[in-house]
């Protein structure tokens, strides 16, 4: 009989694509411009192919590219990073309790991320008592081993940062993950061949930063007693100055989570919108020229700008990675130490 962690092992591949031919087969596309957000109205993502005319995302003609307007060009490439709505479930005859459990696009590549993060990882915890392992799992352990002693230990020690490890390489690889994904160059309009980068909107990094900051605050009371975390966050002050001191400090510690979301989402997002900009620079400068053969010319340095910057979003992927989750261990070190 197969041990449970060799069944497991054969089963998650098989899960992870169950989930994203449900994806698929479940007719996961983007909704209409009626139905999209706010903001969105710049239309479902859509390749710079499309500029060049033919019919739209949706059904609509398009202008060909002499006859798109400046702004078009950079919408049309800047829609991709627009979160939109690409499933509602009718579960209710209200359309509004619909919309409550409606799917977007950046949800199921947080899926993906997990399923990946599963088949990947368990090979991992079982390796530490092989002697013999691949390559790609040794890469892996080791990327493991070096966030526990370089990151957690390094801030917390190793009798306190034992217990954090793994939340803390949950944070890390998640955050990870859902960054590589966003690297692939979407080859489609609708999920799973439109690519997003989850980590490139604020509902995503907020909610990462938001789950930071409980463990602060529940950890900072566990260590220091209920009224000892929030007394001990003003520290020796003349009984005048305490007030506001504390106001400053509350204050300061609410700011901690904002920094988190702001620093991944905006970080993310932006590289996406300058390799957005430069491709639909190619396209500003072919109609500025008429379509002349020396659009060619103003072409090249443009592909190459996006190059240039896509290989800058490669180690942008881990460093945010990284950044995120070493302010995370240090903030929560913070609020369990205060006197430090």
């Not at 591949?13 to 007719?27: A, Y």
């Not at 710079?48 to 202008?63: N, P, Y």
């Not at 529940?218 to 000892?228: D, E, P, Q, S, W």
Request: proline letters at 6%.
């Amino acid at each position: 009989m197969l041990p449970t962690r060799s069944i497991l092992q054969r089963a998650l591949p098989l899960l992870l694509w169950l989930l994203v031919g449900l994806g698929v087969g479940g007719g996961l596309v983007a909704q209409d411009h009626s139905q999209a957000p706010a903001g969105a109205q710049a239309q479902a993502p859509a390749g710079a192919a499309k500029a060049a005319g033919g019919h739209g995302d949706h059904g609509h003609a398009e202008k060909p590219t002499l006859e798109m307007s400046n702004a078009d060009f950079f919408n049309k490439q800047f829609a991709h990073s627009v979160p939109y709505i690409i499933f509602t479930p009718n579960i209710s005859p209200d359309p509004k309790v619909n919309k409550m459990f409606a799917v977007y696009n950046v949800q199921p590549w947080q899926w993906v991320s997990l399923g990946l993060m599963l088949v990947l990882f368990l090979p991992v915890v079982g390796s530490f008592r092989k002697n013999q392992v691949g390559w790609f799992t040794r890469i892996l352990r080791g990327w493991c081993l070096w966030i526990r002693d370089e990151m957690v230990y390094k801030v917390m020690g190793k009798e306190h940062g034992r217990p954090f490890v793994p939340f803390f390489l949950f944070v890390f690889f998640f955050i990870c993950f859902q960054n590589v994904l966003g690297l692939i160059p979407s080859a489609g309009h609708h999920f799973p061949l439109a690519i997003y980068t989850a980590t490139g909107t604020p509902y995503v990094t907020g909610a990462l930063a938001i789950v930071i900051f409980l463990t602060m605050i529940g950890m900072g009371m566990k260590a220091n007693g209920v009224l000892g975390f929030w007394k001990g966050l003003v520290p020796h002050v003349p009984l005048l100055l305490w007030p506001m001191m504390f106001a400053i400090e509350l204050v300061g510690l609410v700011v901690k989570p904002f920094a988190l979301t702001i620093r991944l989402f905006a970080n993310m997002l932006a590289g996406h919108l300058v390799i957005g900009s430069a491709i639909a620079l190619v396209f500003l400068f072919t109609k500025m020229q008429g379509g002349a053969a020396t659009s060619y010319l103003t072409a090249l340095p443009c592909a190459g700008l996006a190059i240039f910057i896509y290989v800058i979003e490669a180690f942008v992927t881990l460093l945010q990675a990284y950044i995120f989750t070493f302010l995370s261990i240090n903030f929560l070190w913070q609020a369990m130490h205060q006197e430090h």
